[in-house]
């Protein structure tokens, strides 16, 4: 699957290649008219090689567009080096800073300042500088490209003609203000995009996570019916069978789940509430993480897990709510339905970041279904219903966090819940 940034690195390249052939379609017809119209005395076999090795060169860009392999920053910017490089051979074979086409020097400093990382932009804006400055020295001269020299300062240095040195200083700041300019002006747009697309998902995941909490809460009514009834008849049955001991303890076993339903129940409906308010009291991470545990342990007993906790003190306080040991129990619960006999939990912390690890030993996450995971209904599961990850990392979101899932390089997997520390909450 070809990811956005994929689509747009590899179209971008794509329609530099297309830049380029235009050029050396127009260089070359010019090459031509030269050769026959215009009888210039120019290194013509050198301007052909150059253009052929360029014509090579763009043929294999535009095939590799093709193929779906990623287009990095480095790969992009040795694009528009060759630009640059093969450039200045033309120039240089035909009279140097002398020639109209060393203003083309902006087109790839530009796109560069749109497309790359300032670095990039500025290593080739000082390339560009540097080869422009070496073609006003060393070239193969070109008499008809000579600026007219009666009007030659008598301080400019000796073979240069003002207009050149005018042409040299006005291509400086361009490139200066290009590269300086359409860099930042490129980034905030970049930035915009990305807290357009950040605030788009995360509407719709809160829109998902009402449609969800409607319908838990819809469910929750519908529920408290049918128990009542449960609890009713299962009173009655016990009066009824007293002098039954199998059947009273199956019973009794029976009431105790009915009272079990009810109980959570009542928690969703705190939990709601204490949401509602805004409710969260500040405890120490590790006892958050350990009172999760045993509770997890008491509905997987056959969960096998070992707590690594960080040494450091002192431990940092996080205020919290029931919804992020609900997250963390979604996460164990994953970890153990991979490998129940050994699942690690680490815990460690810096001066503004919580993490929680926890790795398991099973086949690892499926690259089939790795991009697709955090996404409401979609499950590894057979039997699961693929809520458990997407509300937990609604969960965490609203903690300003995030998870990380991977696959750990020897076996099994690893979910890295990060949170992070503000100085509200960081007492210590």
Not at 304 to 312: G, Q
Not at 399 to 428: F, M, R, V, W
Request: aromatic letters at 8%.
């Amino acid at each position: 699957m070809i990811t956005a940034a994929f689509s747009a690195s590899a179209l971008n390249l794509q329609r530099l290649a297309i830049i380029r052939s235009l050029l050396l379609a127009g260089l070359t017809g010019l090459l031509v008219y030269a050769y026959h119209w215009l009888e210039l005395s120019l290194n013509f076999s050198g301007l052909l090689t150059t253009l052929l090795t360029l014509t090579v060169l763009t043929s294999f860009t535009l095939w590799r567009c093709q193929k779906h392999w990623p287009v990095t920053d480095y790969e992009f910017f040795c694009q528009l080096l060759i630009d640059i490089i093969g450039l200045s051979i033309l120039l240089y074979l035909s009279g140097g800073a002398t020639n109209p086409f060393v203003s083309y020097y902006l087109v790839p400093i530009s796109i560069a300042a749109l497309v790359l990382p300032w670095v990039f932009s500025w290593v080739l804006a000082i390339c560009s500088l540097s080869f422009y400055t070496l073609l006003l020295f060393y070239y193969h001269p070109l008499p008809d490209l000579m600026p007219s020299t009666h009007s030659q300062h008598q301080h400019a240095p000796s073979g240069l003609n003002l207009h050149i040195i005018g042409m040299w200083f006005n291509f400086i700041i361009s490139a200066l203000l290009i590269t300086y300019f359409i860099t930042r002006m490129a980034s905030a747009l970049r930035q915009r995009d990305e807290q357009q697309a950040e605030r788009r998902e995360d509407s719709l995941r809160n829109e998902q996570v009402l449609a969800v909490a409607t319908l838990a809460a819809g469910t929750a009514h519908e529920l408290g019916t049918p128990l009542a009834t449960m609890t009713v008849l299962l009173d009655e049955l016990q009066t009824d069978y007293q002098k039954n001991p199998d059947l009273t303890d199956d019973l009794k076993l029976l009431s105790q789940q009915v009272t079990s339903c009810h109980n959570i129940l009542k928690g969703l409906v705190q939990t709601a509430e204490t949401h509602s308010q805004q409710q969260r009291l500040s405890t120490a991470i590790d006892t958050v993480l350990k009172q999760t545990l045993e509770r997890w342990q008491v509905l997987r007993p056959g969960a096998n897990y070992h707590l690594h906790t960080s040494e450091e003190n002192p431990t940092p306080q996080l205020a919290v709510d029931n919804t992020l040991e609900q997250a963390i129990t979604n996460l164990l619960n994953n970890a153990a339905d991979s490998c129940e006999a050994a699942v690690d939990v680490s815990l460690d912390w810096d001066d503004k970041t919580i993490y929680i690890t926890i790795r398991d030993y099973g086949p690892g996450i499926s690259l089939a279904i790795a991009e697709q995971l955090g996404k409401p209904f979609i499950s590894t599961k057979g039997k699961g219903l693929g809520l458990g990850l997407f509300l937990t990392h609604a969960t965490v979101n609203r903690y300003g966090g995030e998870i990380k899932l991977y696959n750990h390089p020897e076996q099994g997997s690893i979910a890295e819940l990060i949170l992070p520390i503000t100085p509200e909450e960081d007492q210590a």
